[in-house]
């Protein structure tokens, strides 16, 4: 029998331009020897119920389409025993995590990865009962992403979150929270904070700091307290930008997080909205998924030691 794909796409997905590239996609992965099962979502949640109940029939699951479709993906892979690698097309309007495993944003180069690269198996988090590929968030502009409308994005593309995040200005507020981690505990008003395994979040490239390894089983964790006063923000921005120190902006690394509040506190997974809950435990899942990368991709990861071989033992006994 020849090997078997699913490939799940979003038709709406950034500018739709998978419309256009439909066709040689397909083509592309009929070329590697795939016998192909496409499915276009129709709903929010279809990628999540056909990845958990069909993938398991298929050799390889490819998806196309935005942040947000990749996330009902990596959703549904979790949910089952058995997992099959995931190649990924993107479509969307930033496509984070894409960048981040260097896939290229062209869709045809990126079908190509998808059938013929390597395997990488990468870290994802838990988040309560849900699951996120590469960064949950809260606080200030956080909701921008999710609450943007669609047919904004496809116009406007990043303009459109500029222009949804400049009508929050006046609403900016803080939030008061319990974090803990290891043995660690910190209390305060937190205007912003961010969990993530990613060189980039919202299009910003090393937003999440210089030393970012995508299989160690931890997430690079940044909070920024609330400013006193209006310059503070200057230098809070001038911290993240440049990886410097401020008392207002808290960076570790930790495999497990816990948040609680009192109030509560909206989060976004992947851009999409993640509920307001006010106790929050997140868990960095270990090298729980494959995820197909180009044959080439130098990605910042563990290196593995080649264990010494050892020295064979003389005859002449």
Excluded at 100 to 122: R, W, Y
Excluded at 237 to 250: C, H
Excluded at 260 to 282: A, I, K
């Amino acid at each position: 029998m020849g090997k078997k794909l699913l490939f799940i796409y979003n038709p709406h997905a950034g500018t739709a331009k998978i419309r256009n590239n439909l066709l040689d996609i397909i083509d592309i992965f009929a070329g590697a020897g795939y016998e192909i099962t496409v499915y276009p979502t129709q709903k929010q949640g279809d990628a999540i119920q056909w990845t958990r109940e069909k993938s398991g029939f298929y050799d390889l699951l490819v998806c196309s389409g935005g942040d947000g479709t990749l996330d009902e993906v990596v959703a549904g892979m979790l949910q089952r025993d058995t997992r099959i690698p995931i190649g990924y097309v993107p479509a969307g309007s930033t496509n984070d995590f894409a960048e981040t495993l260097k896939i290229p944003s062209d869709m045809l180069e990126a079908a190509n990865v998808a059938v013929n690269g390597k395997l990488f198996s990468c870290d994802m988090g838990k988040f309560n009962y849900m699951s996120f590929v590469y960064v949950a968030a809260f606080g200030i502009f956080t909701d921008v992403s999710y609450e943007t409308k669609q047919d904004l994005k496809n116009t406007f593309g990043h303009l459109a979150y500029l222009i949804e995040a400049a009508t929050r200005l006046p609403q900016i507020k803080s939030y008061h929270m319990k974090v803990s981690w290891d043995d660690q505990e910190i209390e305060d008003d937190f205007l912003y904070g961010m969990i993530s395994n990613s060189l980039s979040v919202g299009g910003i490239k090393y937003l999440t700091g210089p030393d970012v390894v995508l299989d160690d089983g931890l997430f690079e964790v940044t909070l920024i307290r609330m400013p006193k006063e209006v310059q503070d923000y200057t230098e809070i921005a001038g911290s993240i930008l440049t990886n410097t120190q401020s008392k207002f902006v808290v960076n570790f690394k930790a495999s497990r997080i816990r948040f609680e509040s009192t109030e509560e506190v909206p989060w976004t997974l992947d851009g999409e909205f993640g509920g307001r809950p006010r106790v929050v435990e997140l868990e960095n899942m270990h090298r729980a998924l494959q995820m197909v990368v180009p044959n080439n991709a130098d990605l910042p990861c563990m290196k593995v030691a080649i264990p010494e071989k050892e020295p064979e033992l003389e005859s002449g006994l």
